[in-house]
């Protein structure tokens, strides 16, 4: 099992930044490949970003491209989600997601994913 634990949400102005990061435990980070994942209000849960084992290769979404950086740290068993110039339309709950690999892929869809964290609110006004 794989414990995920979100934090760094909070209320923002539009065009702020806010790190949202992810403490792991429970199994050897590093074998994990991570995501990034929110949901709207009524919407379904959405890519954000992904980041392989090693930390060598990310991919984010069109629509936080520019914005938002990815980043873990293995020694410290932490992903990382930096966002910038934030818009009101990133207001949704943020996840982040571990899947067991033994390749350096990188993983954009929810199913892809065994662990989920309990999500973080961020919410960015006008």
């Known amino acids: 099992q794989v414990q995920l634990v979100e934090s760094g949400g909070g209320l923002v102005q539009a065009g702020g930044s806010l790190r949202l990061s992810c403490a792991a435990s429970?199994?050897?980070?590093?074998?994990?490949?991570m995501g990034w994942f929110r949901q709207g209000p009524g919407s379904e849960r959405d890519f954000v970003a992904a980041?392989?084992?090693?930390?060598?290769?990310?991919l984010v979404a069109d629509t936080v491209k520019g914005r938002f950086t990815i980043s873990r740290d293995n020694g410290k068993n932490t992903l990382y989600l930096q966002m910038n110039s934030l818009k009101p339309e990133d207001t949704a709950v943020y996840y982040c997601?571990?899947?067991?690999?033994?390749?350096?892929?990188?993983?954009?869809?929810?199913?892809?994913?065994?662990?989920w964290g309990q999500g973080t609110q961020v919410t960015v006004s006008s």
């Open positions: 997601a571990a899947a067991y690999t033994i390749d350096n892929g990188l993983l954009a869809t929810p199913l892809q994913y065994t662990y």
């Open positions: 429970g199994r050897t980070f590093s074998n994990y490949a």
């Open positions: 980041i392989t084992r090693s930390g060598g290769r990310t």
